[in-house]
């Protein structure tokens, strides 16, 4: 935990951390308490998808039933994360924990890093299938409510760790491949 004199000295310095990100996430674990950990990333396909007038992104598949009903959408990009936009950012977030920033990217938070990375993995993908379904111009086939809503609480109540087995997995593949990511 960073010590308020120490935060203070962060924020007017930003050769030591960007002041967006201390701005973005200092607001969003102050004002929503189940965000332990949050990813901000302006990955392709969610960035592509931000960029549409409808950014919703419908159930088409089971990662896409996955984040049904749960991704908040902050529809007006008001520049870069200072305070305000910060502000506006964590009100919009709410009880969720995605959220498609208009024209930006995205924003995941978790209890842990592995969920929050999984999250992020996961809607990456759900993003990428759902770009890709477009780019085809056919007429998409999108699940119903019910069938999209119980595939979402499925995978939220599923029974094993699958966000840490995910995490642990992608650990040891860079520990084998790049172990110089650890420096």
Not at 156 to 173: F, M, Q
């Amino acid at each position: 935990m960073v010590e308020r004199s120490n935060l203070e000295k962060i924020k007017k310095d930003p050769s030591l951390v960007d002041p967006t990100a201390i701005n973005i996430h200092g607001e969003i674990h102050k004002r929503v308490p189940q965000a332990k950990c949050i990813l901000h990333v302006h990955s392709k396909y969610a960035t592509v998808l931000s960029t549409l007038k409808n950014p919703e992104l419908p159930p088409i598949d089971q990662n896409t039933m996955r984040f049904y009903n749960r991704v908040s959408v902050l529809d007006n990009f008001g520049g870069l994360g200072f305070e305000e936009e910060s502000k506006k950012m964590a009100t919009c977030l709410g009880n969720k924990q995605l959220m498609l920033l208009a024209n930006h990217g995205v924003l995941v938070t978790g209890q842990t890093v592995a969920q929050a990375f999984d999250d992020l993995y996961y809607f990456e993908r759900a993003c990428r299938t759902y770009i890709i379904a477009l780019s085809t111009n056919k007429e998409l086939k999108i699940a119903s409510s019910e069938v999209a809503e119980k595939t979402a609480q499925e995978c939220a109540n599923y029974p094993i760790d699958l966000a840490g087995k995910h995490l642990k997995e992608i650990r040891s593949i860079l520990d084998k491949e790049e172990p110089d990511y650890k420096n």
